[in-house]
């Protein structure tokens, strides 16, 4: 179903390369064959940096147009952005454009653009190709992301105007507004006109427009503000510091945020209890509209607050940690650090040596395995007390 195009190229040029060099990858090519467009089409995926150890997890996935250009600093961000807890870790699926990029994003014909008004025909690549193959190839939970440049950007507002339900988000950058006199606008309030149920999140942004560009893009803003269904969040930004090409960069950023707004709980509530924490993320659920379960780091954090205080009931939290999280290495060691502070130091050796191996197992980087074995050292030279186990 799926042929990586490039992984083991790549991977072979590294062999041969001198003093060892490695080559760097963000994800893998891919090619599908569409019936519907009766082509080969390309895309790229970037795994979170959790997929290969915690088995266990489901992601949400989001899904790029122009897969070539905007591939490498929308991944890159994704995985900057969930390592810091802003957003959880996410799938990216990145869709290459071909040199008919006008057919499959236009939703209408133009006799100034040979072969466009493809749009209906690339959404039910989408709907019936391309996200099925993915969500039965990994693990996605089926929360899904649409985010479009340009005329990308009004493929989105096109798709969300057509067929709502299809994603739960939808993120159009700098889109072009003007195609057909502002149909994407005037689309967008007759669905909202006829459909008060819809939900999810719409975010769209704009760059250093001025002009009629800028008048579209107010109208689009007044059409959300005043049609919008209740159930449907939307931001509209301007980032008049930027140009349309580099617009993306932020916004794409921004509108992430924006998704999960709220959805990091400070290191400052960890002392608050695992009751706090656990409401924190019902509520970020709540507003995104899919369940959200409590971080790994948050929980760890609440059981590390108890460690000095209540040893034993953050021994109990650093074991339901373990539970949701078996592959984890820093599950492993927080039990550790649990069964010392509970005078059980082979049960505090065993856990450190595990958490050791699990790094090793799954390939982190250098200097974090060497922060496991120094700290499983540590836990081995505790106190022998009388009587521990």
Not at 2 to 25: D, K, M, Q, W, Y
Not at 89 to 115: C, N, W
Not at 217 to 225: G, N, S
Not at 333 to 362: I, P, T
Request: one cysteine or more.
């Amino acid at each position: 179903m799926h042929r990586p195009l490039i992984a083991l190229f790549l991977s072979l040029l590294g062999c041969v390369a001198a003093h060892a060099a490695e080559p760097v990858t963000i994800g893998q090519l891919y090619a599908i064959h569409s019936p519907t467009l009766a082509e080969d089409r390309e895309y790229r995926v970037h795994l979170p940096a959790s997929y290969r150890w915690a088995t266990n997890r489901r992601y949400p996935v989001l899904y790029l147009l122009d897969g070539r250009t905007r591939f490498g600093h929308t991944a890159t961000a994704v995985e900057a952005l969930a390592a810091a807890g802003d957003i959880p870790e996410m799938i990216v699926v990145a869709v290459d454009s071909t040199d008919q990029r006008a057919r499959d994003f236009t939703p209408s014909g133009s006799e100034a653009v040979a072969g466009s008004g493809g749009a209906d025909k690339f959404k039910r690549f989408l709907s019936t190709e391309l996200i099925p193959s993915v969500e039965q190839e990994y693990r996605a939970n089926g929360f899904r992301i649409l985010s479009g440049h340009s005329l990308g950007g009004l493929f989105v507002l096109h798709s969300l105007s057509a067929e709502p339900a299809l994603f739960q988000a939808y993120i159009a950058l700098a889109p072009n507004l003007d195609w057909d006199n502002k149909l994407a606008q005037r689309a967008l309030q007759k669905t909202f006109e006829a459909d008060s149920t819809i939900k999810g999140y719409a975010y769209v942004a704009r760059a250093d427009d001025g002009g009629a560009v800028l008048t579209d893009f107010e109208a689009l803003a007044d059409t959300f503000k005043n049609k919008a269904p209740p159930g449907l969040r939307w931001q509209a930004s301007a980032f008049p510091q930027e140009s349309a090409a580099t617009v993306p960069l932020p916004a794409q950023v921004e509108a992430l945020r924006g998704l999960y707004q709220g959805y990091r709980l400070p290191a400052a509530d960890y002392a608050k209890g695992l009751a706090n924490a656990e409401e924190h993320f019902s509520k970020v659920s709540r507003l995104v509209g899919t369940p959200l379960a409590i971080t790994e780091e948050a929980l760890s954090g609440v059981a590390h607050a108890q460690l000095d205080t209540k040893p034993k009931d953050a021994l109990k939290l650093f074991q339901r940690n373990l539970d949701a999280n078996p592959n984890s290495a820093d599950a492993h060691m927080g039990m550790a650090e649990a069964f010392a502070k509970n005078n059980k130091w082979k049960d505090a050796a065993r856990e450190a040596d595990r958490a050791v191996a699990l790094a090793a197992e799954y390939q982190q980087p250098a200097p974090a395995q060497a922060y496991y074995k120094d700290k499983a050292a540590k836990i081995k030279e505790g106190p022998k007390k009388k009587g521990a186990r």
